[in-house]
């Protein structure tokens, strides 16, 4: 359960700090023998900070939990 609570609390700081990156994907759109033409295409991928925070309380209630039952 300590375990548990660390990991949540590592990612919930982590999700706090940072709102969001971009995801980079290549697509290949034509392919004329030696001739390849890939374009990039940029995704976007954001989260709330709030949700960071969420997590992170998540976890100290957890750890806080886990040493209250050791």
């Given at each position: 359960?300590k375990?548990?609570?660390?990991?949540?609390?590592?990612?919930?700081?982590?999700?706090?700090?940072?709102?969001?990156?971009?995801?980079?994907?290549?697509?290949?759109?034509?392919?004329?023998?030696?001739?390849?033409?890939?374009?990039?295409?940029?995704?976007?991928?954001?989260?709330?900070?709030?949700?960071?925070?969420?997590?992170?309380?998540?976890?100290?209630?957890?750890?806080?939990?886990?040493?209250?039952?050791?």
């Amino acid at each position: 359960m300590k375990t548990f609570a660390i990991i949540l609390i590592v990612i919930g700081g982590i999700m706090t700090v940072f709102t969001g990156f971009t995801l980079i994907t290549k697509k290949e759109v034509a392919d004329l023998g030696p001739i390849e033409i890939n374009k990039e295409e940029k995704t976007p991928i954001y989260w709330s900070p709030i949700t960071g925070g969420i997590l992170l309380a998540a976890g100290i209630i957890a750890f806080v939990a886990s040493r209250r039952t050791a």
